[in-house]
């Protein structure tokens, strides 16, 4: 057997679907029916698992610190906002396609910029890039709405067929189908040997480059792609909520998310979606304890994650899990194993 | 014309304020290689110590100040000692996550104690109104500042250039293992530079209530600007990170005074085209390894 199919069978091995992950996306759709009176925060956790998921494939897979994120996902939310407020693009799922391209498209622009220099660099240039779009959104607040935000934004039904109800069934279901699929897509596009190509770049780009990667290319593209992904995921918040504010570019919400990728996991796609539900119920629970400084707990969280280390604590999280898991599957199924804890 | 000059002289002291605040950060981020984003907590400590002892307990605004620098250098080799100098070693993701923890603890500690609306410092009536130089209107606030300032940075360029602890600093910087050969205690050399750091920017926060404005955000506010001065001045020396403040003093009042509506647009822009264009900053040599 050659070194290549070797890569090959073993890369095919890592993208077959297991019993796991099955259950993880019947879990899901469980809760959507289980819990009719949690419509809302459910929409907000899968929106937050969407957003996660494009952060992650660019810190998990090819090693990009970016604390900008919300860049991408203001974009997409007022792209989404001013379709559907002048009536543009009416339906709600061409709206959505389209405001994930045009976040792609500053994300391709912007991956240029990104792209050089080291991770100091990186993370000012993406910081600047996101404080510039809210800088820019201010200004022109005859557009944006400026402080208060685009109002009045009416929804047109589903393709059509579902109108956006009150209660936020309709909204939920719809972004938990938009996350699903944008998932498969990603799964798809990091077992493949693009995607391998990516850790290997993130691993060594020295190397990379040698074995004939071509670097910034994968780069750039990978980049484009998550601001594509986080476009979607600004696109289905101004859609579910029916609202864009100049806060979708703040600083809190890229630092939150990357609280939310750190939680659930570097690396392995589900570590976003999973962060995203531990994030939204930490957040429940502490605003229950002190609704007006939960942000100390959360910073505590940071803090307590980092000093006991990233790996270790996914190692602990994932011990129960994997040991039911093993007793059903009976053998070395690690359903979920950060990638950076992987030998 | 001389609206031209007091606009200068403001933003002169602005950028003396910024120096200040910043130039610890310019040890830890470019020295050290530590992305330290909670800098600006420091900086509000030293500011609701000196708000409180002058406002409660009425000390004189002058005797404050140096219990400002003393306390944040405290509670930063209080912090550096348990926290910070575990995570030298790890991945700039660890250490971005880390301060942004404890930024989001200091915001919302200071807002459980203090309350959240902005807190003035009572200033003695000597620091208050303008004189009126050859024509020019020049705040006795602003002018005490570039005074301090002015000695402060003069002071570091001396202990820098002239002391044995600068040259063991610029040793440890150079090549901490070649420091630890020659038998300087690097550890000890960045703990006594973190505090002394932490204690600037403790009085660049004292300093700076009255003009830019003091309030439990003030961390977040403020990152960015302490981010720009170091990231663009690079770290080689203590000029790069004096002269890129004192040009972002002046851009950032100009701007706000000239073309208030895009004056934050220009900064950010000019601070992404500076980065591509000289990633290791306008005066760096050695920015980040």
Redesign the interface.
Known sequence: MTALSDVSTHAMASARWRISEVAFWVLALACAFLFPSRYLIMTDIVRLGLFALSLDLI?GYAGI?S?GHAAFFGVGAYSAGLLALHGIINEPVIALVAAGLVAAVLGFLTSF?VI??????R???T???A??LE??AE?FSDITGGTDGLQGIEMQPILGLFAFDMFGKTGLFYSLIVLFILFLFARRVVHSPFGLSLRAIRNNPLRAAAIGIPVNRRLIAVYALAAFYAGIAGALFTQTTALASLDVFS??RS?DL??VL?IGGTGYLYGGLIGAVVFKMLQELFQSITP????????????V???VG?ARIHRWVLFVPNLIIRQFAGRRAAVAMPEGDAP | MASILTNLFDGVAYGMLLFVLACGLAVTLGLMNFVNLAHGAFAMAGGYICAVLVNNSGWPFFTALPLAFVGSAVIGVALERTLYRHLYARSHLDQVLFSIGLVFMSVAAVDYIMGSSRVFIKLPAALEGQIDLFGVGIGRYRLMIVVICGLLTLALQLILAKTRFGSRLRAAVDDPRAAIGLGINVPQVFAFTFAFGCGLAGLGGALSAEILGLDPYFPLKFMIYFLIVVTVGGSSSITGPFLASLLLGIADVAGKYYVPKVGPFVIYTVMIVILLWRPNGLFGRTAAR
């Open positions: 810190l610190v604390l910029l050089r220099g080291v991770d100091l660099t993370l000012m240039v910081l600047g890039i404080l510039l800088a820019l200004r600083f809190e630092a990357m609280l750190v007006q400084y939960w942000l100390f707990w959360i910073g505590l969280v940071l803090v994650i980092v000093m990233r």
